[in-house]
């Protein structure tokens, strides 16, 4: 399976502004899925949308998708510090698991 | 609380040793999965099952083995044949299989270094 693409790999911004992650893949998918993990521990679930979906809200966070572009985006917005994780986008296909990327590492300066 | 277990969370292995790493769940899922993550990187597949007593090779099963004798274990070992084990392993699980994946539950992970 190939892995999704994220962009940036690193993202530094100040509390309180937005932050904006992108996710790109490259087949067709039932799903795409954002995960969070805090330095050397595991990763947790954040939200999934589903392939006829064009966006979903979850608190703080908002994702877009667009099959067309095959791309998603994570915003997240009035971010703190305790949002100083790496997220992750994850897609599932035909294939019965789940596609990684590779990571944005988001720090949010106090 | 249910959730999932992974142990140990630090293992030191000496070159050409084989080592175990534990993985329990009791949240009565059907799925289990094992992941590799190196520094900087994205998750990589080792090996998943979707019910007791099976399980299926992901992208990267070579030097890796398993067992699913329990619904609620999945323990994953590292032989000497993988060459480059040092690595941050993780598992996880899923209600059930099937091509609809969801939401997918973590343990806290095991670093493995080969000394």
């Known amino acids: 399976s190939q892995q999704g693409e994220e962009d940036p790999q690193a993202l530094s911004i100040q509390e309180g502004e937005n932050a904006t992650m992108n996710c790109s893949y490259k087949t067709s998918i039932n799903n795409l899925q954002w995960y969070r993990q805090n330095s050397g521990r595991g990763l947790v679930h954040l939200i999934l949308i589903r392939s006829n979906e064009r966006e979903k809200h979850s608190g703080r966070l908002r994702v877009t998708l667009d099959t067309s572009k095959k791309s998603s985006s994570l915003l997240i917005t009035a971010s703190r510090a305790a949002d100083t994780a790496s997220y992750f986008c994850?897609?599932?296909?035909?294939?019965?698991?789940?596609?990684f990327g590779s990571g944005t590492q988001l720090t949010v300066l106090p | 609380d249910g959730g999932i277990t992974q142990s140990p969370k630090y293992l030191f292995r000496k070159e050409g040793q084989n080592v175990t790493l534990s993985c329990e769940q009791n949240?009565?899922?059907?799925?289990m999965y094992w992941y590799r993550q190196d520094p900087g990187q994205g998750l990589r597949l080792i090996y998943y099952?979707?019910?007791?007593?099976?399980?299926q090779k992901g992208d990267i099963a070579e030097g890796y083995s398993v067992s699913r004798e329990k619904k609620e274990s999945f323990p994953l070992t590292v032989t000497s044949a993988q060459k480059n084990p040092t690595a941050f392993y993780l598992c996880?699980?899923?209600?059930?299989?099937?091509?609809?994946?969801?939401?997918?539950?973590f343990g806290e992970g095991s670093r493995l270094t080969v000394l």
């Open positions: 994850a897609h599932s296909g035909s294939a019965r698991q789940l596609t």
């Open positions: 996880a699980s899923r209600p059930r299989g099937g091509a609809n994946t969801g939401e997918l539950f």
């Open positions: 949240l009565n899922h059907d799925a």
């Open positions: 099952s979707q019910i007791v007593n099976d399980f």
